[in-house]
């Protein structure tokens, strides 16, 4: 198991901007790719970006151009700068870990609230 502690959110105004921090710790070897997750009230989780070992990125359509995930493989820890935010990311992120073999290999976390108000 892995274990995921998210930080790093808050309010904000839309147009501002914010970095959440995930730090991993636990079986942390066979990692391959960590996801960014975030849910909405009322809505299920989505998943918004993700970064391979290798530092391959790949974001959902409505946060491209605005967010970017990095890795700092050293510190075990994954990034999402968050700019230019819009009250419709207002929602709880959470990060996982995704193993060689294609499974979710991380325990869900409390996630950090972002709220951006307009």
């Known amino acids: 198991q892995v274990q995921l502690v998210e930080s790093g959110g808050g309010l904000v105004q839309a147009g501002g901007s914010l970095r959440l921090s995930c730090a991993a710790s636990?079986?942390?070897?066979?990692?391959?790719?960590m996801h960014w997750y975030r849910q909405a009230p009322g809505k299920e989780r989505e998943l918004v970006a993700t970064a391979t070992v290798l530092g391959s990125t790949d974001y959902a359509d409505s946060v491209k151009g605005r967010f970017t995930i990095s890795r700092d493989n050293a510190k075990n820890t994954v990034y999402l700068q968050m700019n230019s935010l819009k009250p419709e990311d207002t929602a709880v992120y959470f990060c996982?870990?995704?193993?060689?073999?294609?499974?979710?290999?991380?325990?869900w976390g409390q996630g950090t609230q972002v709220t951006v108000s307009s």
């Open positions: 636990g079986s942390i070897r066979n990692i391959y790719r």
């Open positions: 996982n870990a995704e193993n060689y073999s294609r499974q979710i290999v991380g325990s």
